[in-house]
């Protein structure tokens, strides 16, 4: 059990344009879901924290109107990078919580925009 | 302000021996501390996590140690195998787990045949 799910696994898109990316708990509801951006061969850096129906909490230093992250259901949330630029281009991985302190990561997201 | 500092960068061990990971974290309002493992273009996944109110976890071959008075914890890896060859990243979170990681920068293990 605890399996998330991203999509798409791997994104090129010109600049200027906006790039959606689905995270999803296959088997378990997530009342909590966290969105990290990985750089090559660096650390996780938390983006946000998404909660089920409510805004998303974003953390210093990142852009909320450039990342919007969306929880519409316990199972679902989707982070839409808007007016992407070549220095979005990165890993980004979403994880959920199982329980009120286990997070579990999807598989990724590469962005390589052109 | 790096809140959790991870060491070794690298780490070469052989077949059959202790793979060994520590880390070490600044705010004292975190509570609860995971371990995950990457392979190349993979999300992490996660191996085993300790509360401080415990001092020592062991999950198979893998064994969190925990000194909360120095704040530090450490992984350790028994009978390290080819197949452990990964990154493996230390985490820390507050309210149990609740909040969002602070990850460590991670230990680029390889386990020599």
């Known amino acids: 059990g605890a399996v998330v799910s991203q999509h798409p696994s791997w994104v090129i898109c010109k600049s200027g344009t906006s790039v959606k990316i689905e995270c999803r708990s296959l088997?378990?509801?997530?009342?909590?879901m966290f969105w990290y951006r990985q750089f090559p061969k660096q650390s996780l850096m938390l983006m946000a924290t998404?909660?089920?129906?409510?805004?998303?909490?974003?953390e210093q230093g990142v852009e909320k109107d450039k990342f919007l992250i969306n929880h519409a259901s316990l199972t679902l949330s989707t982070l839409t990078v808007t007016s992407a630029h070549p220095e979005d281009s990165s890993f980004y991985i979403c994880?959920?919580?199982?329980?009120?302190?286990?997070?579990?990561f999807g598989p990724g997201t590469r962005l390589t925009v052109t | 302000q790096q809140q959790v500092k991870q060491s070794p960068q690298s780490l070469i061990v052989q077949k059959g021996g202790i793979s060994i990971i520590n880390c070490a974290y600044e705010?004292?309002?975190?509570?609860?501390f995971p371990w995950y493992q990457q392979f190349p273009g993979k999300g992490p996944a996660l191996l085993i996590a300790?509360?401080?109110?415990?001092s020592e976890k062991k999950e198979g071959r893998f064994t969190i140690s925990f000194n909360k008075s120095a704040k530090q914890f450490s992984l350790h890896i028994m009978d390290s195998q080819p197949g452990d060859s990964a990154t493996y990243f230390c985490?820390?979170?507050?309210?149990?787990?609740?909040?969002?990681?602070?990850f460590g920068k991670g230990t680029h293990l390889i386990i020599q045949p």
């Open positions: 994880s959920a919580g199982r329980t009120s302190y286990e997070q579990y």
């Open positions: 088997d378990f509801q997530a009342t909590t």
């Open positions: 998404s909660n089920e129906g409510s805004k998303a909490t974003y």
């Open positions: 705010n004292t309002a975190f509570d609860y």
């Open positions: 300790i509360r401080p109110d415990v």
């Open positions: 985490a820390a979170s507050k309210r149990g787990g609740a909040d969002g990681l602070t």
